[in-house]
Antibody, heavy 120, light 112 residues
Framework: EVQLSESGGGLVQPGGSLRLSCAASGFSFISYAMNWVRQAPGKGLEWVSIITDNGDTIKYADSVKGRFTISRDNSKNTLSLQMNDLRADDTAVYYC?????????????WGQGTLVTVSS | DVVVTQSPLSLPVTLGQSASISCRSS???????????LSWFQQRPGQSPRRLIY???NRDSGVPDRFSGSGSGTDFTLKISRVEAEDVGVYYCMQNTHWPPTFGQGTKVEIK
């Protein structure tokens, strides 16, 4: 069974930093692109970032470019998101979502999410 | 970015009846490989999103055949036949024919 489990969320002040992690199991992690997707409270879904299976392609939404860094450790089946210079509008539940065998943005499996709150 | 617009935003339905959600994109979602990269997701209250339909009309494993996706070009539909209580939630369409992937605003399905 595929499992994705996010951690690292919490309350942080504007301008602060936070590092999210996503532990993956139940599939060949090294074979799939992985994404972060976020959902502000009561709002819709927004794609944030992607890293391909071997890490050679990384992309970001314009809203986080230059502030967030995605990475992965295929030896530990772990995906990470380093978030710097956080703003109030980064407040959201952050989900890791798996690419599928056809497209990097398949989002065929999702974690339970971790809540990031940016507030003073 | 491709804008994806869903309607209606709220959909009260009667148990056992059918429901349809519309999704329109600002550009054609037909890719050069012949596929249409339009997916549908269900988010039940308090849960993570779950993919129901991928590449326009393919149901994911375990998804009841009451759910079906159709459409072409810029106009797409998710149909739920014989709505059940467990279908309550918010439904999102998403395109990834064009980068970046973009989601519709969501349609909230509730029981009358």
């Amino acid at each position: 069974e595929v499992q994705l489990s996010e951690s690292g969320g919490g309350l942080v002040q504007p301008g602060g930093s936070l590092r999210l992690s996503c532990a993956a199991s139940g599939f060949s992690f090294i074979s799939y692109a992985m994404n972060w997707v976020r959902q502000a409270p009561g709002k819709g879904l927004e794609w944030v970032s992607i890293i391909t299976d071997n890490g050679d392609t990384i992309k970001y939404a314009d809203s986080v470019k230059g502030r967030f860094t995605i990475s992965r450790d295929n030896s530990k089946n772990t995906l990470s998101l380093q978030m710097n210079d956080l703003r109030a509008d980064d407040t959201a539940v952050y989900y890791c979502a798996k690419g599928d065998s056809i497209t990097w943005y398949g989002f065929d499996q999702w974690g339970q999410g971790t809540l990031v709150t940016v507030s003073s | 970015d491709v804008v994806v617009t869903q309607s209606p935003l709220s959909l009260p339905v009667t148990l056992g009846q059918s429901a349809s959600i519309s999704c329109r994109s600002s550009q054609s979602l037909l890719y050069s490989d012949g596929n249409t990269y339009l997916s549908w997701f269900q988010q039940r209250p308090g849960q993570s999103p779950r993919r129901l339909i991928y590449r326009l009309s393919n149901r994911d494993s375990g998804v009841p055949d009451r759910f079906s996706g159709s459409g072409s070009g810029t106009d797409f539909t998710l149909k739920i036949s014989r709505v059940e209580a467990e279908d309550v939630g918010v439904y999102y369409c998403m395109q990834n024919t064009h980068w970046p992937p973009t989601f519709g605003q969501g349609t909230k399905v509730e029981i009358k």
